[in-house]
């Protein structure tokens, strides 16, 4: 099992930033993708952001240019720098990532951090 805990949300005005930071833990062989996914009342689940080994990150379009995934493989850790936040952003922020086992990759969520943006 892996285990993933997110910090960072919190309540912030339009045209604001928050860093979300999400660390991995537990029985980890070999993460290949570690991402943020949110999910606003009423709607699905959508990702925002992910890295995955060997390629680039990837965006929504809803925040590129505003919003950078950034990765430390080393201490299996993935922040989410949000910046120019708008009142649309407000959600519920899932850490993500997939663990590599015999060829086999198993997914883990984190709890989820609330992020609301609003004056």
């Known amino acids: 099992q892996v285990q993933l805990v997110e910090s960072g949300g919190g309540l912030v005005q339009p045209g604001g930033s928050l860093r979300l930071s999400c660390a991995a833990s537990g029985r980890i062989f070999s993460i290949r993708t570690m991402a943020w996914y949110r999910q606003a009342p009423g709607k699905e689940r959508e990702l925002v952001a992910s890295?995955?080994?060997?390629?680039?990150?990837r965006y929504a379009d809803s925040v590129k240019g505003r919003f950078t995934i950034s990765r430390d493989n080393a201490k299996n850790m993935v922040s989410l720098q949000m910046n120019s936040l708008e009142p649309e952003d407000t959600a519920v922020y899932y850490c993500y990532c997939t663990n590599v086992m015999s060829a086999t990759a198993f997914a883990y969520w984190g709890q989820g951090t609330q992020v609301s943006v609003s004056s």
């Open positions: 890295t995955t080994t060997g390629t680039s990150p």
